[in-house]
């Protein structure tokens, strides 16, 4: 079982910058994958970025590539996303993600085995 904590959100105004956190407690030697989503009200739950723990290789969405940076940790149980040049479009409760046991792309939403809280991001002028 992995427990994921996210931290991080808060209110910016728009070309502002934040850095999202999340910790991953548990078994977590076991992820291979860890991933960024977002919801935003009245919308569906959508993919940000996402990095594979053993390459760490880096996935974004388009509508992000180019300003937010995803990593992970030497230890590869914290995750991070820096948030650069923040848009009034990118106001969501964002979600930590990980693991996909079965593979697949990794902007599907089903296929993670676990789920962080959420954290609230809002960019307002």
């Known amino acids: 079982q992995v427990l994921l904590v996210e931290s991080g959100g808060g209110s910016v105004q728009p070309g502002g910058s934040l850095r999202l956190s999340c910790v991953a407690s548990?078994?977590?030697?076991?992820?291979?994958?860890m991933g960024w989503f977002r919801q935003a009200p009245g919308k569906e739950r959508e993919a940000v970025a996402a990095?594979?723990?053993?390459?760490?290789?880096?996935y974004y969405a388009g509508s992000v590539n180019g300003r937010f940076t995803i990593s992970l940790d030497k230890t590869k149980t914290t995750m991070f996303l820096q948030m650069n040049g923040l848009k009034p479009e990118d106001t969501a409760v964002y979600y930590c993600?990980?693991?996909?046991?079965?593979?697949?792309?990794?902007?599907?939403?089903?296929?993670?085995?676990?789920w962080g809280q959420g954290t609230q991001v809002t960019v307002s002028s």
């Open positions: 990095i594979y723990t053993r390459m760490k290789t880096p």
């Open positions: 548990g078994t977590s030697n076991e992820i291979n994958i």
């Open positions: 993600a990980a693991h996909r046991p079965y593979g697949g792309a990794w902007t599907d939403i089903g296929g993670y085995n676990y």
